[in-house]
């Protein structure tokens, strides 16, 4: 469905296709990253070379501590959690395998914000129907966030050949 023409947009257009010569400010009008709540809980499918899991993600950066559930989907009745804190510490657990450890990991969680600095706005793209601008970062990332709602659709990591 195309959404319908928004006669304001048109006029911002038009008013900076007259402008005399202003090329390198034409990418400011690019659009920036929203940056996340503070805190929220989302529903991650995650697909690491094949390896496919769900995840539920609860991101609390006021509480400095974001957890990841991790369902395998060929081991989906043995979650494994992973916690990571703000002061560098991480714990990756499987309660139902009684299995546990920690690690120093040296960073904390990511910022709300953490997408703006260093973002390359790429354009916009479909991602499975939502209608999505796309930025690349530090050429490890790939992220999709839909236009309308500003919600995050997918994001691709680059982990390595
Ligand atoms: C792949 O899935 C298995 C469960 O089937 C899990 O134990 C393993 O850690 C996963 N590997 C990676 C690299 O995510
Ligand atoms: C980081 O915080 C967690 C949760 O309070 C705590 O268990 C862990 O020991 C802390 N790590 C360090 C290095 O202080």
Not at 74 to 83: E, T, V
Not at 109 to 138: E, M, N, Q, S, T
Request: neutral net charge.
């Amino acid at each position: 469905m195309t959404p319908p023409h928004h006669p304001v947009n048109f006029a911002v257009l038009l008013l900076f296709l007259c402008l005399p010569a202003v090329p390198p400010a034409a990418a400011a009008a690019d659009p920036t990253p929203t940056p996340w709540p503070p805190q929220f809980h989302a529903t991650l499918v995650m697909d690491y070379h094949g390896n496919m899991s769900v995840a539920d993600l609860w991101y609390d950066w006021p509480g400095g501590r974001n957890l990841h559930v991790i369902r395998y989907q060929l081991a989906a009745d043995a979650p494994y959690y992973d916690n990571e804190w703000n002061n560098g510490t991480s714990f990756f657990y499987t309660p139902a395998l009684r299995t546990c450890r920690s690690a120093a990991v040296g960073v904390g969680i990511l910022r709300p914000d953490w997408l703006r600095p260093g973002a390359v706005y790429l354009g916009r793209r479909d991602a499975g129907g939502f209608d999505c601008h796309v930025w690349a970062k530090a050429d490890f990332i790939t992220y999709y966030e839909d236009v309308n709602t500003k919600r995050p659709v997918k994001w691709v990591f680059y982990t390595g050949p």
